[in-house]
């Protein structure tokens, strides 16, 4: 499987981006996909991830009401749409794939930056 992220950018708090996760490879092979953040000095944390057959998605509670992860099928890509963005909000976002009864997240995209900043 291999994942390309791209959508990352700089923009103004209250803004919006929205980030996108294009899978190819044995997408049949796929269980989930999640989004995942790292800011400068801080782990890697969870953002949120959707199931890629029934679609169910789950949030981190810093991001609940203003993220929304969903897929387009037909193009076998995950986005993420970030609203009511924060400066706290500025990390490098990564998407991983989560692979059937692995239990981990296998295959991870490159980073795209997302800079928060008046």
């Known amino acids: 499987v291999q994942l390309q992220a791209s959508g990352g950018g700089l923009v103004k708090p209250g803004g919006s981006l929205r980030l996108s996760c294009a899978a190819s490879?044995?997408?049949?092979?796929?269980?989930?996909v999640g989004w995942f953040r790292q800011a400068p000095g801080k782990e890697r944390e969870f953002v949120a991830a959707?199931?890629?057959?029934?679609?169910?998605?789950f949030y981190a509670d810093a991001v609940k009401g203003r993220f929304t992860i969903y897929k387009d099928n037909a193009k076998n890509t995950v986005y993420l749409q970030l609203n009511s963005l924060k400066p706290e909000d500025t990390a490098v976002y990564y998407c991983?794939?989560?692979?059937?009864?692995?239990?981990?997240?296998?295959?991870w995209g490159q980073g795209t930056q997302v800079t928060v900043s008046s």
């Open positions: 490879g044995s997408i049949f092979s796929i269980n989930a």
């Open positions: 959707i199931n890629w057959g029934a679609g169910r998605t």
């Open positions: 991983a794939a989560s692979i059937v009864r692995s239990g981990e997240y296998n295959y």
